[in-house]
């Protein structure tokens, strides 16, 4: 059974950081994709950061030069390194895998609360 653990949310005053770790645990059939989503409320969840199995990142272009994305495959970890945090960015932060065959795996959630 595929487990993921998120960990590393927080509340921090604007221009603060944190870094999230995702930790997977489990079998994943050939993990191509893997990420982080996050949901603010009455928003949808969006796309904050991905890497491909090859290492090619992508942001939503709200973080971009703020965010970096980076995978440990030893560890079965994925990071989200978050400086500049502005209150906008107070979510609900979800790891994600998907594998070759596009199935989806989620963590649970981590709260990243920043205040102003």
């Known amino acids: 059974q595929v487990q993921l653990v998120e960990s590393g949310g927080g509340s921090v005053q604007a221009g603060g950081s944190l870094r999230l770790s995702c930790a997977a645990s489990?079998?994943?059939?050939?993990?191509?994709?893997m990420g982080w989503y996050r949901q603010a409320p009455g928003k949808q969840r969006e796309l904050v950061a991905s890497i491909t199995r090859g290492g090619t990142t992508k942001y939503v272009d709200s973080v971009k030069g703020r965010f970096a994305i980076s995978s440990d495959n030893a560890k079965n970890t994925v990071y989200l390194e978050m400086n500049s945090l502005k209150p906008e960015d107070t979510a609900v932060y979800y790891c994600?895998?998907?594998?070759?065959?596009?199935?989806?795996?989620w963590g649970q959630g981590t709260q990243v609360t920043v205040s102003s």
């Open positions: 489990g079998s994943i059939f050939r993990i191509n994709d």
């Open positions: 994600y895998r998907q594998d070759a065959l596009g199935r989806p795996y």
